[in-house]
Nanobody
Framework: QVQLVESGGGLVQVGGSLRLSCAVSGTIFSFKAMAWYRQVPGNIRELVASININGNTNYADSVKGRFTISRDNAKKTMYLQMNSLKPEDTAVYYC????????WGKGTPVTVSS
């Protein structure tokens, strides 16, 4: 059974940094890509960053130059380094894996205080 567990969220001041982790357990067949999404209550879940099987990355315009997505295949872990955080980055951040199925973690909250 595949499980995704996010960690690293928390409270940080404006301009600060956080690194989120997503640990994957279980076997994923036909892996295509991994991604980070975020959601503010009352809003739709939005894509923050993705990384595909070839290591190609994609970022939302709002986080380009500030966030970096990466993964460690040996550790089966994906990361999101978030720098220069802004209040509008406050959200619950979700890990996502796309394969024959789509898997989601339960999320980790990030709060950026001004």
């Amino acid at each position: 059974q595949v499980q995704l567990v996010e960690s690293g969220g928390g409270l940080v001041q404006v301009g600060g940094s956080l690194r989120l982790s997503c640990a994957v357990s279980g076997t994923i067949f036909s892996f295509k890509a991994m991604a980070w999404y975020r959601q503010v209550p009352g809003n739709i879940r939005e894509l923050v960053a993705s990384i595909n099987i070839n290591g190609n990355t994609n970022y939302a315009d709002s986080v380009k130059g500030r966030f970096t997505i990466s993964r460690d295949n040996a550790k089966k872990t994906m990361y999101l380094q978030m720098n220069s955080l802004k209040p509008e980055d406050t959200a619950v951040y979700y890990c996502n894996v796309q394969s024959l199925r789509i898997y989601w973690g339960k999320g980790t909250p990030v709060t950026v205080s001004s």
